[in-house]
């Protein structure tokens, strides 16, 4: 599975992956659809379990249901960023594997055992992310940084849409970028968390190139306006 499409310009190194957590859920293939054509990147898909995050979302059955909307208007498709915030991690990892999902991410601490975890996820063909909450260390790079695919930097506490960004996010961005230069690989360096058209400059100068965005994009009526705003802040 590829996830090197990209919906916005072929040069552009920066992604944009609107959260669904933050779409009507009346209607979540139509909003799926919208946001693509509004120029999302990637579709990141926030699954809670009520354990792991107080919240409750979606599982791998509306994964699958939204995967053939998860094309652009010319049928490329458009990665779905699992973001799992769930333990234990590896059965249901398997599962959005099996439903469609193209990158996986989950939280070193929900899971006893995370290479076997990482190994799970990469054994089925699919891109393995760690996510890393605000108040927690990333010294588990020094030991999985070969494995991965994506760092996931949170900057909120995970849960819920809707809060506002938390500064010291950004000082552990620049030192998951070091970890990255030091391992020569092709890593994805992810935010998430109370991202808006006004703070994604220092976020990317910070060293991020992937920013999910859910309230500030899904909370606006003009989906592409936001998105444009964003893209016009970080060229
Ligand atoms: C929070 C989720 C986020 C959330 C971000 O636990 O992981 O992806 O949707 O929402 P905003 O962009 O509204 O902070
Ligand atoms: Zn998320």
Redesign the pocket.
């Known amino acids: 599975m590829h996830v090197n499409c990209d919906n916005s310009s072929m040069t552009s190194r920066y992604k944009i992956a609107p959260?669904i957590?933050?779409a009507d859920f009346s209607c979540l293939g139509a909003e799926v659809k919208s946001v693509i054509d509004a120029g999302a990147d990637w579709i990141?898909f926030?699954v809670m379990d009520n354990h792991y995050?107080p919240n409750l979302t979606f599982g791998p059955m509306i994964c699958q249901a939204l995967k053939p909307h998860a094309k652009t208007a010319a049928g490329v498709a458009v990665p779905i960023d699992v973001?799992l915030?769930i333990s234990p991690v590896d059965a249901l990892a398997a599962s959005f594997a099996e439903a469609g999902a193209d990158l996986i991410s989950f939280h070193p601490d929900a899971s006893a055992h995370v290479h076997r975890s990482i190994q799970a996820i990469k054994s089925k063909g699919v891109k393995a992310g760690l996510v890393f909450n605000p108040a927690e260390p990333l010294d588990v790079l020094e030991w999985t940084i070969d494995e991965i695919d994506l760092i996931l930097i949170m900057s909120?506490n995970?849960?819920?849409?809707?809060?506002s960004f938390i500064d010291s996010a950004l000082r552990k961005v620049e030192l998951a970028r070091q970890w990255i230069e030091r391992s020569g690989r092709d890593i994805r360096l992810e935010v998430?968390?109370?991202?808006k058209a006004d703070n994604i400059r220092r976020v990317a100068d910070a060293g991020a190139d992937t920013f999910?965005?859910?309230?500030?994009i899904f909370g606006k009526p003009d989906y592409k306006a936001v998105i444009d705003q964003m893209r016009v802040a970080l060229s």
């Open positions: 959260s957590l933050s990141h926030d995050v973001h915030m909120v995970p849960g819920f849409g809707g809060q998430d968390g109370g991202i999910v965005a859910g309230s500030a």
